[in-house]
């Protein structure tokens, strides 16, 4: 059977990399290229944190190519504009399925679907519906090895920045704090497990925090300071 070519949306994070587990396992599809947004100015992964050098450890690691769009000024025209452009492209290579990492945010699904809809493609959500404590076990009996590379101060206590995601950094979250971050509560970098050949290599520095302004809120972030080692 002729496999189908899917783009996978790449955070380096543990949902981006469980979703790709999937797909590698799934006879329908090929896995063409990983697709990663940045940020150039800082030249790091919005939410994450996470630089530009250790998103490409992470895709050699894996065996997969990376495509990067870069944005320079973190607006939402500029982002529909170069991922419209960007899929484009894909579709003049035949790739007509773009799959992502999401659980159960029905907005952001819809917006995804519909501007994939716009170009002609289609969504493919590996993880969708599944029950997120069930996914997080899952993840640490696969030996997936992460990273907490960025926490919302107001929901996380910030010493848990800089853990591994684990039993006991599970065991520490707070009542109300889902098990897989998927309303932003955390972020995370993946380096080891089932989809690597070899685990990324990286060092921790002393984390950051940052504040951003929003509707008149102001809200704050704690980011572990990651560093390639390369």
Not at 67 to 92: G, P, S, V
Request: negative net charge; hydrophobic residues 35%.
């Amino acid at each position: 059977m002729t496999k189908e070519k899917i783009i996978m949306s790449w955070s380096g994070g543990k949902d981006s990399s469980m979703a790709l587990h999937k797909l590698l396992l799934d006879a329908q599809y090929e896995v063409k290229y990983l697709l990663t947004t940045i940020y150039k100015p800082n030249g790091r992964v919005s939410m994450h944190g996470v630089p530009e050098a250790l998103i490409k450890e992470q895709a050699k690691a894996i065996g997969i190519p990376l495509k990067i769009i870069y944005i320079e000024e973190k607006t939402h025209d500029e982002y529909e504009i170069k991922m419209r452009a960007f899929l484009e492209e894909m579709k003049a290579e035949g790739i007509q399925k773009v799959a992502f990492g999401d659980i159960f945010l029905e907005d952001l699904k819809k917006y995804r679907e519909d501007k994939l809809t716009e170009v002609e493609m289609e969504g493919v959500f590996p993880l969708w519906k599944i029950k997120t404590t069930e996914m997080a076990q899952y993840f640490i009996d696969n030996h997936f090895k992460t990273h907490i590379c960025a926490i919302d101060n107001s929901k996380i206590p910030t010493h848990l920045i800089a853990n591994n995601y684990n039993q006991t950094f599970l065991d520490s979250l707070p009542a109300d704090v889902d098990p897989c971050g998927e309303n932003g509560e955390f972020h995370t970098f993946c380096y080891d497990g089932p989809i690597f050949k070899t685990p990324v290599k990286f060092k921790v520095n002393t984390p950051t925090l940052k504040t951003y302004e929003h509707d008149g809120k102001t809200y704050e972030y704690t980011f572990s300071d990651l560093e390639s080692v390369i």
